[in-house]
């Protein structure tokens, strides 16, 4: 059950395509050459592999217990986690300032994906410690940070999240926390659910991060501040103080990520709860943000983390099963089909995520002002597709393992069903992925008059002509030039309706939308590097004096390389020739504009 | 104290070899490396061991072609301090010339105490620990499981079949390690960082030698045979026995 991924793609993406060890000639990156880059990722494998995957199962089957006023994780998950924080994994692309590791996104984003691929439920605690923690660092004053945040990325106190409440999911702006101003600090009360690592026995001591709306000010999102609440108090000298009243209430009983608590929290039942402001007031919203986009992407690193799993999982048993005589379910057709699919769309995830990531970096680096804003506003703009985007395929890759498998799939001694229960949570919270839809059409396509949006097009455009005659690829080309050019007219219909005062339609196809920007996307990028690993075969073959198909095709049974590097090209070729034309058939969907869904009466 | 550490690059063992068509060695294309699993443990013994001890310091030893700087840079990411690489100029010596030169290079650099791995995984030897220690004339412990260090002597644990024994040697002396030992610690990310500003010391192998010779010669390299698959025995559970002690017993003859 061993977890297993496809090294050689995390590196193709990052060393081969992506280049990320260029960074190295940085200020900021200084000394990341790609020899670094490599020991620590595969220092990070090492781990996912010996000290999380062990608990996966585990994970799932003793979950989380809620005892007395005690919440415990799963065994082993406390002493893993100390041992993940002892080597700097917690915070490793936040600044060395409070004790990140001031690595690259890139490289930290490939990192996390065997982290979460090993065990999703693992990985909650160390990420939302993380995202907390930068935030406190991002807006904080300095002695807020100096107080909180080095202990978090130590792993020595955890970190969370606090938005949702009963009637305030989707619409956070309706939360009704309040806080009333105590002196230099407020007093905290209200009711937080579904709170991720909202208590555990992992760390001393919990740093929630809690939306509330102060005493008097406006309801609705503009009215809500953010606020550091510790479980227990930290005095000024850093040493722990009395308990804050934070009380858990209840531990949901969840279909997946049993080993993640997701926690009732009430704070202030008798009224003795402190929080600290941070940042300032009513801008807890936008602050809020930058932890949720971020959040978002590692949403969709759920995603594409569990497809990989799936995947080689699925890919494995199909080489050792056998049915109807001696036959491997291997080489049955429609097996092939659901392995080929789960693999394309894998590595389509993998490329979209990491190329996101890396525009973190390219922006860090950047020292043109405009070209710095030019990708915060791309990855802007694909957060939401990241997001959705990753997760419903995320999900439907796991579905396909299970599949693949047959019955043995659905039972729990293999690991597909726990990897399909523990990704559907990834396409519910952070913003439901209709939500996202709804931030890509409403917000994101449309921000800066359209520029962003506009230069993601011309990236795709650039690159449809400029390989328009591609030896090997002009048919894929051809395609994505078309599937782009659609994405571009149904851009300018949802513009018109919205225009119009059609506010409806453009909500009702918001969803297909956002697919169709991800399949053609996600084509460009398998199929660009499809053509970087075509040259690179071809530089194999040429150097083993391959000079015809017998030989070529011996050496891709043979070689490792090569035979990675034609299934890099075959990914491309069966994504842009199966799956590229369900946003051909969306689009005409969209553009017909049936009403019927909001006129049934249901 | 002056501690050092002696590790060797060996493939991995998830590593598919191939052999050289002329049979002289192992395909190096596609050989993912890796530092020798016991010798983590010493790795990790040997840090501990600097832990506890204040103001010692430990030198990483590989002898090796180039690519063993790789092992060196874990081991140095771990926490050794510093590490001296003996370039072997792809000569693949046998464990005799190995440790013959290892002992001249820990008698000139007056090391006190000295962690190998219990074996290489790669040919599985077991030679070089107790070589080195003869040509020092040093006391030697392999199979070490646990270790105690104080006044100039270490006691040594072993497990023998049966039971355990315990030595206790006076220092210098040399230990080889086996897994139960410790549990090795990873290469944390800041100690990746810091690896690659750690001074790494060149030698040769020709010069540190001297004339020793090789013992082995390794003249043909092949893959074991592959193994047979198994065989179901059909019939209820009477027949099967029979059928199973008459194959034990007459094909297998292991009974
Ligand atoms: C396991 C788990 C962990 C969680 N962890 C956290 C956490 O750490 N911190 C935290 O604050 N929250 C957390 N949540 C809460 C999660 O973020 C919310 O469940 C999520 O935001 C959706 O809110 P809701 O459940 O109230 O659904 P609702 O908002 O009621 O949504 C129900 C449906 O209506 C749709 N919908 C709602 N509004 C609109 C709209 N305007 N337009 C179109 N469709 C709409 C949604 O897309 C969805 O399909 C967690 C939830 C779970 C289950």
């Keep these: 059950m061993a977890y297993k991924v496809n090294y050689r793609d995390v590196e193709f993406n990052l060393f081969d395509y992506l280049k990320i060890q260029d960074l190295g000639q940085s200020e900021k990156y200084a000394g990341f050459g790609k020899e670094e880059c490599s020991a620590i990722l595969g220092e990070a494998l090492k781990f996912a592999q010996k000290e999380i995957d062990p608990l996966f199962k585990k994970s799932d089957q003793v979950g989380c217990k809620h005892e007395g006023d005690k919440v415990t994780a799963p065994p082993g998950f406390k002493e893993a986690y100390h041992n993940f924080a002892a080597n700097g994994f917690i915070g490793m692309d936040v600044p060395t300032t409070y004790g990140g590791m001031g690595l690259p996104v890139g490289l930290t984003m490939a990192a996390t994906e065997f982290f979460v691929g090993s065990c999703i439920a693992f990985s909650m605690y160390s990420g939302l410690t993380r995202g907390s923690a930068h935030l406190i660092e991002a807006f904080g004053s300095e002695e807020l940070a100096q107080r909180f945040v080095p202990n978090m990325y130590g792993g020595k106190w955890g970190g969370t999240m606090c938005l949702t409440e009963p009637q305030a999911g989707s619409a956070v702006g309706d939360l009704s926390t309040v806080a009333v101003k105590d002196g230099d600090q407020y007093k905290i009360k209200g009711t937080k659910i579904f709170i991720s690592s909202g208590d555990h026995d992992l760390t001393e001591n919990i740093i929630h991060l809690v939306l509330a709306r102060v005493e008097g000010d406006p309801a609705g999102t503009k009215g809500i501040s953010l606020f550091v609440v510790p479980k227990f108090r930290v005095n000024p000298d850093g040493s722990t103080g009395e308990w804050n009243d934070v009380k858990t209430v209840n531990i949901e009983h969840k279909m997946g990520i049993k080993g993640s608590s997701t926690c009732t929290l009430s704070f202030g039942d008798s009224g003795n709860c402190i929080g600290y402001m941070l940042g300032e007031q009513r801008r807890g919203m936008p602050m809020m943000f930058q932890m949720m986009n971020e959040a978002r992407i590692a949403c969709g690193l759920q995603g594409a983390a569990a497809s990989s799993a799936a995947y080689e999982s699925a890919l494995d048993y199909a080489k050792v099963r056998t049915q109807g005589g001696k036959t491997l379910i291997l080489d049955y057709p429609d097996v092939r089909r659901m392995l080929i699919t789960m693999k394309a769309y894998t590595e389509g995830m993998r490329a979209l995520l990491l190329y996101s990531a890396n525009l973190d970096d390219k922006e860090v680096v950047e020292k043109d002002e405009a070209t710095k804003e030019k990708y915060a506003g791309r990855l802007s703009l694909l957060t939401p597709v990241c997001k959705a985007y990753c997760t419903d395929m995320g999900f439907k890759v796991t579905e396909l393992a299970m599949q693949v498998y047959g019955g043995y799939g659905y039972i729990a001694e293999y690991p597909v069903e726990q990897y399909m229960r523990d990704v559907k949570i990834s396409s519910i919270y952070e913003g439901t992925n209709g939500i996202q839809a709804l931030d890509l059409i409403g917000r994101k396509i449309g921000q800066k008059n359209g520029e962003y949006f506009r230069e993601l097009y011309e990236e795709m455009n650039g690159f449809c002509t400029k390989q328009a005659a591609h030896p090997a690829f002009a048919s894929e080309v051809g395609s994505i030039k078309k599937a782009l050019d659609q994405v571009g007219q149904v851009t300018m219909k949802l513009a018109e309706w919205g225009m119009s005062g059609n506010v409806l339609s453009p909500q009702l196809h918001a969803m297909s939308y956002l697919y169709n920007l991800g399949d053609v996307f996600v084509s460009y990028l398998l199929t660009d590097q499809a053509v970087l690993a075509l040259a690179k075969l071809e530089e194999i073959w040429k150097s083993q004096g391959a000079d015809n198909e017998e030989k070529k095709s011996k050496i891709c049974t043979e070689n490792d390389e090569a035979r990675f590097l034609e299934g890099k090209v075959k990914s491309a070729r069966f994504f842009v020739a199966n799956i590229l034309p369900q946003a051909t058939a969306r689009t005409k969907a969209i553009l017909a504009d049936d009403q019927s869904p909001l006129k049934i009466r249901f | ?255």
Aim: glycine share 8%.
């Design chain 2, 1 to 255: 104290m002056k501690i050092a550490v002696l590790v060797k690059q060996v493939p991995d063992t998830e590593t598919k070899i191939k052999t050289k068509a002329d049979g002289s060695g192992i395909e190096a294309d596609g050989v993912k490396y890796i530092v020798g699993p016991y010798d983590e443990n010493a790795i990790e013994e040997a840090i501990k061991t600097k832990e506890k001890n204040a103001g010692s310091e430990v030198t990483v030893i590989s002898l090796g072609p180039v690519r063993s700087v790789e092992a060196i840079r874990t081991a140095l990411a771990m926490g050794c301090d510093k590490a001296i690489h003996i370039d072997d100029e792809n000569s693949n010596p046998d464990a005799y010339v190995t440790a013959k030169a290892l002992a001249k290079v820990i008698a000139d650099k007056g090391f006190e105490i000295v962690f190998t791995g219990k074996q290489a995984i790669d040919q599985d030897n077991s030679q070089v620990t107790q070589q080195v220690a003869e040509f020092l004339g040093w006391p030697q412990v392999m199979l070490v499981e646990k270790l105690e260090i104080a006044g100039g002597k270490a006691t040594a644990t072993r497990r023998v079949s049966g039971g355990k024994e315990v030595y206790e040697v006076p220092l210098p002396a040399i230990f080889g390690c086996e897994k139960g030992l410790n549990t090795p610690r990873y290469a944390s990310l800041p100690g990746i960082m810091k690896a690659k500003t750690k001074p790494v010391e060149t030698l040769k192998l020709s010069a540190e030698k001297g004339d020793a010779q090789p013992k082995v010669v390794l003249s043909n390299f092949r893959l074991p045979p592959e193994k047979a698959p198994g065989r179901m025995i059909a019939g209820d559970a009477a027949a099967q026995v029979k059928e199973l002690v008459r194959a034990l017993r007459e094909e297998a003859k292991v009974i």
